[in-house]
């Protein structure tokens, strides 16, 4: 078996792929709760059961939570534990951009939808609000925006008089109080920015693209852009999946 994980500034994923590379367990962890104790009690079948799992794959944008899974997986495992940008990429998908900056998580991402027939734009309402453009087998590049929960934190902390909310959409464009004012801003806001970047990137390649939608907003926003869109929360996982499958893992 394989473990392979995601982890992201606000979760982390993992998940048990089997010799036919389906998934036999899920686990979702807070990233900042991650250490040893947590990963044993939730991996403690695989720990028991010796040699069980033999790889693992992992991409991360937080350096030092992989760092505790890696030497927890060693450990207890004895099982190597690889972030994504070890690899060879480049066999795979063509990287256009610096790879150092871009977040292994939206290569995968890219890896996981890239075709030789279709062009790609991935967008994630996550900790960042991100486009990820994938031209066939090529990553182009991509953009990050503030991401929703954080730019309304943000904006309740230095606001004074603007309450605690829940972010939820909302049919009406004019708030009749504050905290409706609030929700609208953010909600018509942000389709007005994801409407307005998709339409520039298409301008700017002069190519048409399919749209993926993936993050905890996705479902709220998907709806109401000008563009088709497609919903997958499992683009991560789906993507290291395929990764092991092409590198024989």
């Known amino acids: 078996m394989i473990l392979i994980g995601d982890i992201g500034n606000t979760d982390t994923k993992i998940c048990v792929i089997n010799t036919k590379y389906k998934i036999i367990k899920r686990i979702i962890i807070p990233t900042n709760k991650i250490n040893n104790s947590i990963l044993y009690n939730k991996l403690i079948f695989y720990i028991r059961k010796k040699n069980l799992i033999r790889k693992c794959l992992f991409c991360s ?4 939570k992989f760092l505790i899974i890696k030497k927890f997986v060693k450990k ?7 972030e994504l940008k070890q690899l060879d990429l480049n066999k795979i998908i063509k990287i256009k951009v610096n790879r150092k900056q871009v977040g ?6 890219s890896i996981s939808v890239m075709s030789l027939k279709n062009n790609y734009i991935i967008l994630d309402f996550g900790t960042a609000t991100t486009f990820d453009v994938i031209v066939k087998n090529n990553y182009v590049g991509g953009l990050i925006a503030p991401g929703l929960n954080i730019s309304l934190k943000t904006l309740i902390n230095k606001a004074k008089l ?5 972010f939820k959409k909302t049919k009406q464009i004019i708030g ?4 409706s004012a609030v929700r609208s801003g953010f909600f018509w806001g942000y389709i007005g920015l994801v409407n307005n970047i998709i ?5 700017e390649t002069r190519k048409n693209f399919k749209v993926i939608i993936t993050g905890g907003f996705s479902n709220l926003f998907f709806r109401k852009l000008n563009t088709k869109a497609v919903i997958n929360r499992d683009i991560t996982i789906n993507g290291l999946i395929k990764i092991i499958k092409l590198y024989k893992f």
């Open 61 to 64: 944008v937080v350096p030092n």
């Open 76 to 82: 207890n495992l004895k099982a190597n534990c690889i």
């Open 104 to 109: 292994s998580d939206r290569l995968a991402n």
């Open 162 to 166: 603007i309450p605690k909310l829940h």
């Open 176 to 179: 009749k109080n504050t905290v």
């Open 199 to 203: 339409n520039l990137i298409k301008k």
